[in-house]
Structures are given as structure tokens and as C-alpha cells.
């Protein structure tokens, strides 16, 4: 196998891995992980939003265990945002 054939074999099987969790256990496909693999660039990019939405579904899902909520408060900036972080579990960020 060529080296294209096993960057695409390894981005197919981090795929599989991470459609087997939870977060994706109700959602249907009508395309493979390795259609999905084949089309990913070379140079893998680890984006922030990332993180912060699977952190965010472990809190939503942490309250719906408890039978908790939580409050979302808004925030226009950044500015606000670190401002608020503190003091808050989540925060919606919405811009102007």
C-alpha cells in the first residue's frame, strides 16, 4: 500500500472510532468513513470548536443524568467571554 493508501486507511479508522461513541450513536450515514477519509487533506487540522463541543455534550449529558439543567448565558465578544468564563459552565457566543 502506498503511502496516500495509508493516510486514508488511518483517517477511516479514527472515523469508525469516533462514529462508534455516544455522541453519534443515533445518527444515520448514507456515506462511509472511508468516503469521508479519502477526502480529508494531508495535514490534519485539530480545530479548538472541537473540543469545546465534545466537552459541551459531557456537561449536557452529565445533566441529563442528574436530572439537572444549565444556564447558557450570552456574550457578544470574546471580551465578554473571558469575563464570564469564570463564573459560568457554558456560554453562548453569538457575535453581532
Given amino acids: 500500500m502506498d503511502a ?4 486514508v486507511q488511518m483517517y477511516e479508522d479514527e472515523i469508525k472510532q469516533w462514529w462508534s461513541t455516544q455522541r453519534w450513536e443515533n445518527v444515520e450515514r448514507v456515506y462511509s468513513a472511508k468516503q469521508v477519509a479519502s477526502l480529508r487533506h494531508s495535514i490534519a487540522i485539530d480545530y479548538p470548536g472541537n473540543h469545546m463541543c465534545k466537552k459541551l455534550f459531557a456537561l449536557l449529558k452529565e445533566s441529563q443524568r442528574n436530572g439537572t439543567g444549565n444556564v447558557c448565558w450570552g456574550a457578544l465578544d470574546p471580551v465578554q467571554v473571558i469575563n464570564e468564563a469564570k463564573y459560568q459552565k457554558c456560554i453562548y457566543v453569538s457575535g453581532w
Avoid at 496516500?4 to 493516510?7: P, Q, S, Y
Fill in 4 to 7: 496516500e493508501g495509508k493516510r
